[in-house]
């Protein structure tokens, strides 16, 4: 069993930044392909970033492409998710997954999930 807990979030001002961090515990943190989703009160889950095993290739969604990195060290079992740019809409409860094969922007190709840390951005 693979144990995930996210950290990191807050509150923060439009155009400001944040860096969220993941830590894995119970599993081969290695072999998972990670990512990140997240959801705001009202609307659906949705994908923001993936990463594969060893951080060789990464996969944004569109609406965060060029203002997210998603990063990962194998030595410490985490991954990163930096947050530049900021926007309102961006708010949300970002949650972290790993998965056996899950280089994807799917969420039932993950196996395992967090509880999520919140991200408030306030225009």
């Known amino acids: 069993q693979v144990q995930l807990v996210e950290s990191g979030g807050g509150l923060v001002q439009a155009g400001g930044s944040l860096r969220l961090s993941c830590a894995a515990s119970?599993?081969?943190?290695?072999?998972?392909?990670m990512g990140w989703f997240r959801q705001a009160p009202g609307k659906a889950r949705e994908f923001v970033a993936t990463i594969r095993r060893s951080g060789s290739s990464t996969y944004y969604a569109d609406s965060v492409k060029g203002r997210f990195t998603i990063s990962r060290d194998n030595a410490k079992n985490t991954v990163y998710l930096q947050m530049n740019s900021l926007k309102p809409e961006d708010t949300a409860v970002y949650i972290c997954?790993?998965?056996?094969?899950?280089?994807?922007?799917?969420?039932?190709?993950?196996?395992?999930w967090g509880q999520g840390t919140q991200v408030t951005v306030s225009s």
């Open positions: 119970g599993g081969t943190f290695s072999s998972y392909v």
């Open positions: 997954a790993a998965g056996v094969n899950a280089y994807s922007s799917l969420w039932p190709d993950y196996d395992y």
